[in-house]
């Protein structure tokens, strides 16, 4: 079935550098990925939405400018968080649809970002 | 009030019980309705979709009543490797999915 890897699946550190997460479709082709954010014991929440070859989409309240995303091809989307701050830590998972009907998306397998 | 509300739980139950999760929409533009499985730290894995005849997969069943907006999901026999959390989901006619906070089942021996 479709997969989505997601890279790294950790990290840690330290306040005001940048960190790269890459979203890579690996058995199917992306047009749309989408960013998500999940605080403890919280919900995932959506923060953007990734078009290949153009801007990406964000979600009211989430800032643009800190977190930068680029989707070059139909296979991969990378979110940057830019200096980043604690409260920054939080659980990030990407997502693609499959092409699936009977599953709207499919899930990377997520990066815990902890900064100190 | 959230989009997608749960009954965080914790659930704690005996191996076997039959144990059930309810969920509730506020969005009318929603035009499907999953139930995913979260393990702790984990991504979240789609368990089965929810549609209004009502649907079984093995011992889960889901059901969905549009005019009340209501969903369900029955997990019967419940087993240790049931232990997670349960998220009801809600794709709009956006393509915007809204996930519930999650309900926590704990199946102990």
């Known amino acids: 079935g479709a997969v989505v890897s997601q890279h790294p699946s950790w990290v840690i550190c330290k306040s005001g550098t940048s960190v790269k997460i890459e979203c890579r479709s690996l058995?199917?082709?992306?047009?749309?990925m989408f960013w998500y954010r999940q605080f403890p014991k919280q919900s995932l929440m959506l923060m953007a939405t990734?078009?290949?070859?153009?801007?990406?989409?964000?979600e009211q309240g989430v800032e643009k400018d800190k977190f930068l995303i680029n989707h070059a091809s139909l296979t991969l989307s990378t979110l940057t968080v830019t200096s980043a701050h604690p409260e920054d830590s939080s659980f990030y998972i990407c997502?693609?649809?499959?092409?699936?009907?009977?599953?709207?998306?499919?899930f990377g397998n997520g990066t815990r970002l902890t900064v100190t | 009030r959230k989009e997608v509300e749960q009954d965080p739980g914790p659930f704690n139950v005996p191996e076997g019980a039959t144990v059930a999760f309810n969920c509730t929409y506020s969005?009318?533009?929603?035009?499907?309705f999953f139930w995913y499985r979260q393990d702790c730290r984990k991504e979240p894995k789609l368990l089965m979709s929810?549609?209004?005849s009502g649907n079984e997969d093995g011992r889960f069943t889901a059901q969905l009543n549009r005019a009340s907006q209501y969903i369900s999901l029955l997990i019967r026999d419940s087993k240790l490797s049931d232990s997670a959390t349960y998220l009801c989901?809600?794709?709009?006619?956006?393509?915007?999915?809204?996930f519930g906070t999650g309900t926590r089942l704990q199946v102990f021996p």
């Open positions: 969005n009318s533009a929603s035009q499907s």
């Open positions: 997502s693609a649809n499959g092409g699936r009907t009977d599953s709207p998306l499919h």
């Open positions: 058995d199917f082709q992306a047009t749309t």
């Open positions: 990734s078009n290949e070859g153009s801007k990406a989409t964000y």
């Open positions: 989901v809600v794709l709009l006619y956006t393509d915007k999915l809204i």
């Open positions: 929810v549609y209004s």
